[in-house]
């Protein structure tokens, strides 16, 4: 079975710092992906990682595929307010219709 | 460019009424469709997926049925509503390859009281 596993799935911080959310999946992977939701509203597309050693970086957000050790990182420089949501990690398994969700990470960003 | 709409926004029933949530697609022939739920506090758990009209996936037994009467139209219906059918249902689309991008809806919040 298809595991996805975040961590952590709560995270606390205070804005200008920074963190890295980890994301270990458990089969070999066709695409990475990194949504966004904020509470009560729908899932945004953050990142597509293709292949090992994907780096693509959105303004505070970097987002990194290594699929040798089967990890996908998301990284958040000097947080803001406007981060705070929750972060969903998803495997696409090659050839397969079906996304696999982690759980979620819950960011707070405190002033 | 492509946009979902998803109604009702936020319905509440009666345990054992029935149900019919819709999804359409704008901009775009022949995507892949769909259904997801989220409970409160869990992850995103695939429903349901369709290839194209008529052909509905089912993921997870359960009271839901799916179908897809047009390219673009995709509904998600039940006889009886049970509690734990309570959720955020949110419909999605991609560009019809296997491990494409998904673009998701805005959600349907559903409470069965």
């Known amino acids: 079975e298809l595991k996805v596993e975040q961590n952590p799935l709560f995270l606390s911080m205070q804005e200008g710092k920074n963190y890295t959310i980890y994301c270990n999946y458990s089969?070999?992977?066709?695409?990475l992906y990194w949504y966004r939701q904020d509470p009560g509203k729908s899932l945004e597309s953050l990142f597509v990682l293709l292949s090992n050693g994907a780096v693509k970086q959105e303004g505070r957000l970097m987002a990194s595929l290594d699929t040798k050790a089967r990890l996908s990182t998301l990284h958040i420089t000097a947080a803001v307010h406007d981060l705070s949501a929750t972060y969903f990690c998803v495997h696409s398994g090659a050839g397969s219709y079906q996304l696999t969700f982690g759980k979620g990470t819950k960011l707070s960003v405190i002033p | 460019s492509q946009t979902i709409h998803q109604w009702p926004a936020t319905l509440v029933q009666p345990v054992g009424s029935p149900l019919s949530l819709e999804c359409t697609v704008e901009?775009?022939?022949?995507?892949?469709l769909y259904w997801y739920r989220q409970a409160a506090g869990r992850g995103l758990q695939l429903l349901f997926y369709?290839?194209?009209?008529?052909?509905i996936s089912s993921e997870v037994p359960q009271n839901l049925s799916a179908s897809r009467p047009q390219d673009r139209q995709f509904i998600l219906s039940s006889k009886k509503l049970l509690l734990s059918d309570s959720g955020f249902y949110l419909c999605a689309w991609g560009p019809g390859l296997p491990s494409d991008e998904q673009y998701f809806g805005p959600g349907t919040r559903l409470t069965v009281t």
């Open positions: 089969t070999t992977s066709d695409r």
């Open positions: 901009g775009t022939s022949n995507p892949n």
């Open positions: 369709s290839v194209g009209i008529g052909q």
